[in-house]
């Protein structure tokens, strides 16, 4: 199992029962963030309103715009981050859409904007229930993606954020995924840290000679055709590769300044280390995961769970090193892609091309479940479990993906 380092450090923090959405708030107000713009939609817009309160109460002074749809939303804190202030702003499945133009050109003007993704299903049907199409719709354009499972990852995390995207090694905008009302919407005890140990952890936002002043005559946004389109991808690119090294050595300060977290930034092992079996999923899917892995273990069934952090950059060296003892994988997507290798959900496609060149590549089993906000039960996790077993004998993948709970 892996282990979460907790030291004296962490004693100095402050308890509350705050859902995810407030944690979110929580953090953003020991960030000392600049600018921040709403327009509310189901379930992101809790942390619209816990900002809100904030700004009001005086304990955080920022500038806060309501604008008049996501598009805008996501286009003023681009332009605010371009001349120096540290933004937030976010959204939920078709609104996250609205905003799509914006979010194509975010990454290749190296504005580090950091934002809040309250995974919801995508229209139609209408549904203010989790899945993850949302926010994994920017995953090839140079957006960095994370995915957090508690209301104390949701605080940690974000600061962690801030530190890696506003790195001018990266200078990259960074989506954080929350799982729409589990997690958005669901209260937990979280400890929050000083502002001293924030202020240590967390430089101030400095774009240098990429500030756009007129004292600093720059051009952004050039038209750039095939003169320099090629250059600037492979530039995009460069800067996703060096924001590996970035992302472990922020997770190693967090640890020492703020006394806890992962020893491992990437993805969490939960009795993977003997497992036979393992599973593989993000976001708060992972507990009713946990609950049945428990019950197994009972029974003598070595089974584990890995539940990946960061989707972008992806950690397929990593993860095929934890996956080389396992004898069936089983990958749990709570998202689609339709007409996909496999019919596969998103997840399940990228372990499978992780493995390809693997010395070992055990037999990989693709699962489809919780679509819409349904509940991922414990019937579902055995059934899933039993079919990898199957696999473990046999040796062979099930070219087939299964949908876990559907009604027939």
């Not at 199992?1 to 100095?12: C, I, L, Q, R």
């Not at 309103?49 to 002074?61: H, S, T, W, Y």
Request: charged content about 25%; some cysteine.
């Amino acid at each position: 199992m892996a282990t979460v380092t907790t030291t004296k450090a962490a004693s100095e923090d402050k308890e509350l029962l705050i859902s995810g959405s407030e944690a979110v708030a929580e953090s953003l107000t020991l960030a000392d963030i600049d600018v921040v713009t709403a327009y509310p939609i189901r379930p992101y817009d809790t942390v619209m309103q816990a900002i809100a309160k904030k700004i009001a109460n005086g304990q955080l002074v920022a500038e806060y715009i309501v604008a008049e749809g996501e598009h805008s939303q996501f286009e003023i804190v681009k332009h605010a981050s371009t001349v120096g202030a540290r933004v937030f702003c976010g959204s939920s499945g078709v609104g996250w859409m609205y905003a799509m133009e914006c979010l194509v050109v975010t990454p290749p003007l190296r504005v580090p904007m950091v934002c809040l993704v309250g995974n919801r299903a995508l229209d139609d049907p209408g549904a203010f229930g989790v899945e993850h199409n949302d926010a994994l719709v920017v995953r090839d354009l140079g957006w960095m993606l994370c995915w957090i499972d508690t209301s104390q990852e949701a605080l940690d995390t974000t600061l962690i954020a801030y530190r890696v995207a506003e790195d001018r090694r990266i200078f990259l905008p960074l989506a954080i995924s929350a799982d729409g009302a589990f997690l958005t919407h669901s209260q937990a005890i979280t400890m929050v840290p000083p502002k001293e140990k924030v202020d240590r952890f967390l430089p101030r936002y400095d774009r240098g000679d990429l500030l756009l002043h007129p004292d600093n005559p720059i051009t952004v946004a050039p038209q750039a055709n095939e003169d320099w389109v090629i250059e600037i991808r492979r530039q995009n690119d460069e800067a996703m590769k060096r924001a590996v090294g970035v992302i472990e050595e922020a997770y190693a300060d967090f640890r020492r300044i703020f006394g806890r977290g992962p020893e491992n930034p990437w993805f969490e092992e939960y009795m993977a280390d003997d497992a036979e079996v393992i599973l593989i999923g993000m976001g708060t899917i992972s507990l009713p995961i946990k609950v049945a892995i428990r019950e197994m273990r009972a029974k003598g069934k070595k089974v584990g769970l890995i539940r990946l952090r960061w989707f972008r950059p992806f950690p397929f060296e990593r993860l095929v090193k934890a996956l080389s003892g396992a004898k069936a994988i089983g990958v749990i997507d709570r998202d689609y892609s339709f007409g996909s290798p496999f019919h596969s959900g998103v997840v399940a496609n990228e372990i499978r091309a992780s493995l390809y060149n693997a010395d070992k590549r055990p037999p990989l089993l693709s699962f489809i479940c919780g679509l819409g906000g349904r509940e991922v039960t414990l019937e579902d996790v055995n059934k899933a479990v039993d079919m990898c077993d199957a696999a473990a004998r046999s040796g062979k993948s099930d070219a087939k993906t299964h949908w876990l709970g559907v009604r027939e």
